[in-house]
């Protein structure tokens, strides 16, 4: 089965399998954001149970 390719930049699978998500709202705008909230927003997240179903679909595993 073919990897979709808007998951796969969108997601990062670890060496264990879990599925790591970037956080939303860290694109623009980000001038009226505090640095402590930038940083905060700018760790990778892991992916809730019941998206990594369909996140490992769309990803071919």
């Not at 998951?7 to 009226?32: D, M, W």
């Not at 990778?44 to 769309?58: G, N």
Request: proline residues 0%; glycine residues 4%.
């Amino acid at each position: 089965m073919k990897t979709r390719k808007s998951a796969a930049k969108r997601f990062h699978v670890t060496g264990s399998g879990k599925i790591l998500r970037e956080s939303a709202k860290r694109n623009h705008k980000n001038y009226h954001k505090s640095a402590s909230q930038k940083r905060r927003l700018d760790l990778k997240k892991v992916l809730s149970k019941s998206d990594t179903k369909r996140a490992r679909r769309t990803l071919g595993i």
